[in-house]
Every structure is written in structure tokens, then in C-alpha cells.
């Protein structure tokens, strides 16, 4: 389901903008990983339902973003590059973009998209859609870098949307990350990386056990959490600027 959604056909409207984002997207929540090979430009402008022409003028702004690179001769193709992780300062400036209400909203958001999720992967998976949660729950566990662990918390919010068997919720799930992936880890110490290790825990059991409310509560309430971090942090930045 994640893989079909990076790579699934997109709607109407500005494409070339459009794939750069999917693309894009895919790539900062750890869809894409680093060094993997997209598939060629036939295949994958088809695979969009866009010309070669807009595909390679997608491509052409990633490699501008430094999120691809592009190979010749044998061997050659379009490679994924992961971005370099971003230093505590820069991502306080880029909350500081964010107003209060425009974090609060993004919370908002999330927290209907991530209960909606967990509540359908409760009530719909198989045990094959288990699987890739506990591998990314293992995968944070083991994550040595604050890159690692954001996108291994990432996943594993995508992997409860691809659960759910909703294309549309787990496009969405993968377009919210996009926006937060970067700042969800600012700053995180043991404390709350075992927080949400436990978090993730106990929202992998409900689904694990088909308990579709338990589920969704556990997910709205883990959400919830981080993005009151979030927006504490934010309101304590501008009172410090104020002061």
C-alpha cells in the first residue's frame, strides 16, 4: 500500500509541481531510502500518469533540492538522496514559521487522520500487515541517529495508514508528514524517545488485537502529545523574544 501510493497516479493540476512533492515527500519520511534506485523515467512518468516530459522536469527541481541524483551510462539512473540532517537551530527557526493556530490546526488534522488509521488497521489488517509495523517498532528501538529515528517514527504511522487498506489515508498520512517530519523529533532526548517507544508499543498491541477504539484513542492521544510539545515550544520561543 505505501509503495503504491509514493507511485500511484496523481490528479489534476500543476503535475510537474505535483510529482516533485510525491517524490519529495516519500523521500524525507524514509519511503524512499537513500541510494535506492527509482524506477526508469518511462515506467515511472506511466506509473504517475504524467508525460516523460513533466517527470524529467520533476526530477530536474529534486536534483535542484539535492533529494536525487542522476547517473549515466551503465549502471545509471535516478538515485534517492536522503537530505542531511538539519541542526537543532535551523529546525527552531523553521518552527518559529509556524504560527500557534497554524500548529494547532496541523494538530488537529493529525490527530483525525492518525485515529482514523489506527481505528480501520484494527478492524481490516492481516497479519502480513503486521509485520512492517513491528519491523519499524524494532527499527526505532535500534536507531542511533535523530535522521534514523524520525523516519522510523514516520514509517511507522504510514505502515498503520497502509493497514487501514485506505489509499486516500495513507497519501494523506504521507502528505502530514511531509509537512512535520522534520520538526516531530525537536529536540527529543532518551526520556521521550522511550516515551515513544512505549507510545507506539501500546498502539501496535490494540491493533495487533483488533481493538479498533482502544486503537484510534491510543493513536489521537500519542499524536495529541507531540504536537503540544510542538506548540509549547513555539509559545515559549516568542515569549522569550517578547521578554
Keep these: 500500500m505505501t509503495a503504491r501510493t509514493v507511485f500511484s497516479a496523481l490528479g489534476d493540476g500543476n503535475r510537474v509541481g505535483a510529482v516533485a512533492r510525491r517524490l519529495a515527500e516519500a523521500i524525507r519520511v524514509g519511503l524512499l531510502e537513500d541510494g535506492a534506485r527509482l524506477p526508469n523515467e518511462t515506467d515511472l512518468a506511466g506509473q504517475l500518469g504524467v508525460a516523460p516530459a513533466t517527470l524529467r522536469d520533476s526530477l530536474a527541481l529534486l536534483r535542484e533540492g539535492g533529494l536525487v541524483e542522476t547517473r549515466r551510462g551503465r549502471g545509471g539512473g535516478t538515485f534517492v538522496r536522503c537530505p542531511p540532517e538539519q541542526s537543532v537551530v535551523r529546525l527552531r527557526a523553521a518552527l518559529d514559521g509556524w504560527s ?101 508499543r501500546e498502539i501496535l498491541c490494540a491493533i495487533e488485537e483488533h481493538r479498533g477504539e482502544l486503537a484510534a484513542r491510543r493513536a489521537e492521544a500519542h499524536v495529541r502529545t507531540e504536537m503540544r510539545r510542538l506548540l509549547g515550544m513555539r509559545l515559549r520561543n516568542r515569549g522569550a523574544r517578547v521578554g
Design 100 to 200: 500557534p493556530q497554524a500548529l494547532r490546526d496541523l494538530g488537529d488534522h493529525r490527530e483525525a487522520i492518525a485515529g482514523a488509521a489506527a481505528r480501520l488497521a484494527a478492524e481490516r489488517s492481516l497479519e502480513s500487515d503486521l509485520r512492517p509495523l513491528r519491523e519499524q517498532h524494532a527499527r526505532l528501538l535500534d536507531a542511533a541517529t535523530l535522521g534514523e529515528r524520525r523516519r522510523a517514527d514516520a514509517r511507522f504511522h504510514l505502515e498503520i495508514a497502509a493497514a487501514s487498506q485506505s489509499a486516500r489515508l495513507t497519501e494523506e498520512e504521507m502528505r502530514l508528514w511531509g509537512e512535520v517530519a522534520d520538526l516531530a523529533w525537536l529536540p527529543f532526548d532518551d526520556d521521550d524517545l522511550a516515551r515513544v517507544v512505549v507510545e507506539h
